[in-house]
Structure formats: structure tokens, C-alpha cells
């Protein structure tokens, strides 16, 4: 796994700093009641789950009412939901997303699946789903609200005193019950059995046709993709990421600087300069535009991009320099990231919706 | 342009001694760049020929990228030797290559631009100054990676996408030539010349070229093909007057 002593000190601190609030009394963050057991669809892994927050059917769905809550901004305008919207498989389409500080710097990722990384956020500097949540609730340049306002206007609404009791046995709300709430949510946000899991992981043979199946090899293949050794396929599942940070040049400025430093910024390891988290493509035809800065539109331009081998700079990746592409393996290409549309699964719309 | 420049001189104490040292700051103005004036200069014109036999145009084939052959309006021929019907080469590059040392010419502020448009370098063949903006623009409906091959500069390939903005790169240090290529379309070739002066020129489909403004005094002329390889002449320029510098390249035996 990918613990540093100084990275859970650092988390240890944060979470402390949390704490130590006032918005957040001695009340139990963790909910009362069974664990559900959350459907794994063919082709990804067992769902991590941690022991301090085990995803019961109430969190799960009092996750899913705050989710689309537009409370949790600071003017009423926007939920979770407005950059990670289901009908664009939990992105927004933007090239970057638009918060109540403005534009945002970076394109939203989507949250499908993201229950199985290593780290959130493109630089990875949240590694839970409960870390991550309460970040952009306050983040001015997103929702733009202090967790203490955020909480009232929860307690405020008594639609939620019951869900609250249910899920975690009184009626208080603090910032990690909403945490919680929202993380366990998201752990249902799963999606495969795409017509490439058929494929790969359930012996049928016709779920992909032949420029696709082409294209999984070019994939495959350390000397022609190489896309396999970032975006991850295994034996028996595929998250199509190692969820580690690389440095593709994407970002590369005229001065040959970064003006987003990427995951440079936890670390302060020169050599993470312009690395950014290997994104999933699973669904990916549907959440353009693509890369961290939203800046390359279709998935041919995508392609065309690794063809070239990305942007030259100090610090860009090794393997990106073993790509070799001809005309078809880039056509190829694109077909087979065509055939990562997945399932989407039950219940994840708004609250009352399927 | 004036430039201030802040030199930092650094006074070392004698007898080492453990003192702090002092950092005084000077700003000085930026060395006096060459002027030339127009009453002791002089110019240098003339043709470039070859001798063998005209090349058979090329076509070349965009075929693995259907998106060029489109955007390639009309057939694409190789354009490495272009000879006419006379014998005149174009696309040669003609510059000064001795005796300008010592003199500092001032960097244009004008950039040079490339174009990539109909999956092709235009022009083929360009002349920079050091520090001089090198401009990069996508015309084209596809992705473009430019990779100038640089041995003396640095190396370095950037995609640049349908509808991106231009890009701009400098070149620091003289280099005769750097070769250019697209990392996606292997037929996309451009050669780049920097140099310290602004003393260089293409020839033309002619076969002409005219290098103007030129001090008076004896130079080393030279010439690149990127098929023929150099070739190069001494020539004295006197103030206001056109000295002739024709080459002619053999065709090969």
C-alpha cells in the first residue's frame, strides 16, 4: 500500500485539526446496523471497505439525499451532483468545472468507482472517500460553505432527524456523520460489466468486435500502447488504473513549466512535477472532455496525443516514451475505449428516482 | 529594447575572514548592440543551381491518417529537392557563416511562425535568430506533435490539437540545421536555422536568394540542402554595392 509514516502523521494532524473544530462534538461518527453487501459487477475487484464506516443501507441512503443536496453550498446552487452528475456518468462535461468561486482548475473526475483508489483527487491529496468529501463543501472555489454552516442547515431540516437516528442512532449532525454518509454513497457508485468485461472476463467471445478486440491487444502491448502499465488490467478484473501519479507532459506550458505542479504539491518530490493520478477509463467515452485540465476533447485526440508521446519536459514518465502507434492501432484504440461503457447501477439517481 | 541587467557582485573579504560578505547590487545597462550603418553596407545576392538530373516528384501517402489526406487539399509531392525546369534549387538555406564574430545583433521581436496545415510543415525550411520567438500554429483538423531534433538546443516534441492555441519556443543557441518532425505523421519533415545574426536567407523556386544590409568585409558564405549537404565561399562585400555568390550543387555520380 501506498502509507508513509509522515503521509498518516499528516492525516493523523489533519483530521485532529477536524476534531478539534467545535463543529464536532464526542458523538459517535459511525453508523449502528449491518453492513450491506454491495453488488460487485463483473470485472472489478472485492470493495474495499473500512471498519470505521461500514456502508449500511440508511447511510447509504441518507449519502444519496445529501448528495444531491444543494444545502451544502453556501448560496443554495449547487450539490455534489451538479459537477458529478449521473446522467455524464458522474462528470459534469466541463473542460473545468464551475464552483462558486468560478472556474475551477481542474476537470471533474468522475466518482464511479473511485471507491477502490489508493488516492483522491488528481494529486491524490485526500486517500479516503470520507477524507475527501468535506473538502469541496468547503472549498471556495467549489461549494464555498464552513462545515459549522453546512451542519445547521442539515439539523435544519427535519426531512433528515429520522435518517440521522437510523443511520447512526441520534439525531445529531456533525461533518463526519456527513462524511460518512456521503463516502458510503459513493461506494455504490460501481460500474462494469462492459461489453469489454464480457469479453475478458466472461468468456464471450462476440462482446467486442474486431477493431476493438484489435485495439485491447495495442492496449495490451508494452511495445505498441503500453497503456496497460499505467491504466491497469488484471487477471481476473480491471480498474484501468494503478492509482499512482505519472507525468504524461499534459500541461506543459511555452516556458516548459507546469502551471498546475500536480501531485509535486504533496510531495515536494521533484520528480512527481506535473504527475498527475492515472484517471479510470471505464465509461470514459461518455466523461469527456479529458485529462486533469480538460484540455483534449475526444478520445481521438486522446490517442493522437500518446501517439506523439505526450509533451517532452524534465520530468515526463518513461513509459510514455515506449508508445508506437500506426494509423490503425490508433483507430483500434479508440474502438476498444469505446467498449468500457459500463452498467450503471440501481438506486445512485436522485433521491425518489431510480 | 533596453535592457537593465542586475549583476551581482559578490565581494569576497580578503584573509578570510568571517564577516559577512556584502552583496552590493549594480544595475547596468545591457551591452550596445551592433548598428549597422546603412552607408558602409552592402548586400550579397545570387542563384543556386543543380546540376544533375531533375527529381521525379514524390507522392507521398497520407493514407494512415484519413483525417490528412482529407485536410491535404489536393496530392501531396515531396518537397526535399526542388529543382525547376532551369535547374534552380529552392529551399536552401543561405547564411553567413564566418566573419561576424564578436558582433551583437539585436533579437528581432517579430516572431517566425510554422504552420502545420494539410498534415505539412509550411514553410519547409525557416531562418531564427537566438532568442527570437519561434511561433507554432495548428491549422489542421488533427493532432500535430512538432519535434525539432536539436543536438546544440534542447530537444523537445509538444501535441498541439485541433483549435489550440499557438505555442512559442526560443532557440538559445546557433545550430545549422534542426531537423523537424511530427511524432504522429512520419512525412512531415522542416529544417530550422538559428543564428546569431540576421544574416541568412531560403532561396526561392528560382534558385535566388539576397542577403542585404550587410557590413562591409570578407565572409564565409555557406550554404545547407538537406539532400546535398553544405557547400561554402569566401566573398568581400564593399559598402554599397551587391556582391554575387552563386553554388551550384552536382547532381550524384
Not at chain 1, 225 to 239: E, F, I, K, Q, Y
Request: overall charge neutral.
Amino acid at each position: 500500500m501506498f502509507f508513509r509514516p509522515w503521509v498518516v502523521s499528516m492525516t493523523m494532524a489533519a483530521v485532529l485539526l477536524i476534531v478539534c473544530d467545535g463543529c464536532r462534538s464526542h458523538v459517535q461518527d459511525k453508523p449502528i446496523g449491518q453492513s450491506v453487501s454491495i453488488p460487485i459487477p463483473l470485472g472489478l475487484p472485492p470493495l474495499p471497505l473500512p471498519r470505521d464506516n461500514p456502508p449500511t443501507a440508511d447511510a447509504v441512503a441518507l449519502g444519496r439525499a445529501l448528495f444531491y443536496d444543494k444545502h451544502l453550498s453556501q448560496d443554495d446552487s449547487l450539490s455534489c451532483s451538479s459537477c458529478h452528475n449521473p446522467q455524464t456518468y458522474f462528470t459534469d462535461g466541463q473542460r473545468l468545472s464551475k464552483g462558486l468561486g468560478g472556474l475551477s482548475l481542474r476537470n471533474a473526475p468522475t466518482v464511479m468507482n473511485a471507491a477502490y483508489l489508493p488516492f483522491q483527487f488528481w494529486d491524490g491529496r485526500a486517500l479516503t472517500l470520507e477524507e475527501q468529501a468535506a473538502s469541496p463543501i468547503a472549498d471556495p472555489l467549489e461549494m464555498n460553505q464552513p462545515h459549522n454552516v453546512s451542519v445547521k442547515k442539515i439539523a435544519a431540516n427535519g426531512e433528515y432527524k429520522a435518517m440521522f437516528v437510523e443511520t447512526f442512532g441520534s439525531d445529531d449532525v456533525t461533518i463526519g456523520r456527513i462524511e460518512n454518509a456521503l463516502a458510503s454513497f459513493e461506494r455504490t457508485l460501481l460500474s462494469g460489466n462492459s461489453a469489454f468485461d464480457r469479453y475478458q472476463y466472461g468468456g464471450d467471445q462476440t462482446a467486442l468486435t474486431i477493431s476493438q478486440a484489435r485495439g485491447l491487444a495495442v492496449f495490451l502491448d508494452p511495445n505498441k500502447g503500453n497503456c496497460a502499465s499505467c491504466h491497469t488490467v488484471r487477471p481476473h478484473d480491471a480498474l484501468f488504473t494503478d492509482g499512482k501519479f505519472h507525468n504524461t507532459g499534459e500541461g506543459v506550458g511555452d516556458l516548459d513549466q507546469f502551471s498546475d505542479i500536480g501531485r509535486y504539491h504533496e510531495t515536494k518530490v521533484k520528480t512527481d512535477t506535473g504527475a498527475f493520478k492515472t484517471p479510470t477509463l471505464r465509461n470514459v467515452a461518455h466523461t469527456a472532455p479529458y485529462m486533469h485540465d480538460g484540455r483534449l476533447k475526444t478520445l481521438k485526440e486522446v490517442v493522437d496525443f500518446y501517439a506523439g508521446g505526450g509533451n517532452s519536459n524534465l520530468y515526463l514518465d518513461p513509459e510514455m516514451k515506449k508508445i508506437h502507434l500506426n494509423g490503425t492501432d490508433r483507430e483500434d484504440l479508440v474502438a476498444f475505449m469505446q467498449s468500457l461503457t459500463g452498467e450503471m447501477p440501481p438506486n445512485v439517481g436522485p433521491p425518489g428516482k431510480k | 529594447m533596453k535592457m537593465k541587467i542586475c549583476l551581482l557582485l559578490v565581494v569576497l573579504s580578503a584573509g578570510c575572514s568571517k564577516k559577512s560578505n556584502t552583496v552590493p547590487v549594480a544595475v547596468l545597462d545591457a551591452p550596445a548592440y551592433f548598428k549597422v550603418d546603412a552607408a558602409s553596407a552592402g548586400s550579397i545576392s545570387g542563384k543556386v543551381k543543380f546540376a544533375g538530373p531533375r527529381p521525379r516528384p514524390q507522392l507521398i501517402n497520407m493514407e494512415e491518417d484519413p483525417a490528412c489526406v482529407m485536410a491535404h487539399a489536393g496530392k501531396a509531392y515531396d518537397e526535399s529537392l526542388v529543382v525547376d525546369a532551369h535547374g534552380a534549387l529552392g529551399n536552401a538555406f543561405v547564411y553567413i557563416s564566418r566573419g561576424l564574430e564578436g558582433k551583437n545583433f539585436e533579437t528581432p521581436t517579430t516572431p517566425v511562425v510554422i504552420d502545420q496545415r494539410g498534415c505539412w510543415f509550411r514553410p519547409r525550411l525557416l531562418g531564427l535568430q537566438t532568442g527570437q520567438t519561434f511561433k507554432i500554429v495548428n491549422s489542421d483538423p488533427v493532432t500535430h506533435n512538432i519535434h525539432p531534433m536539436a543536438m546544440v538546443n534542447r530537444e523537445w516534441n509538444h501535441s498541439q490539437g485541433p483549435g489550440d492555441d499557438p505555442m512559442t519556443r526560443r532557440f538559445i543557441k546557433p545550430e545549422i540545421m534542426i531537423p523537424v518532425k511530427c511524432n504522429i505523421h512520419s512525412w512531415m519533415h522542416a529544417y530550422i536555422g538559428v543564428l546569431d545574426h540576421p544574416y541568412f536567407a531560403v532561396t526561392k523556386d528560382d534558385g535566388s536568394f539576397e542577403i542585404k544590409n550587410l557590413p562591409a568585409g570578407t565572409y564565409t558564405i555557406s550554404i545547407w540542402q538537406e539532400k546535398l549537404g553544405t557547400q561554402e565561399q569566401q566573398i568581400t562585400v564593399a559598402a554599397q554595392t551587391n556582391a554575387t555568390a552563386n553554388f551550384t550543387y552536382k547532381g550524384k555520380s
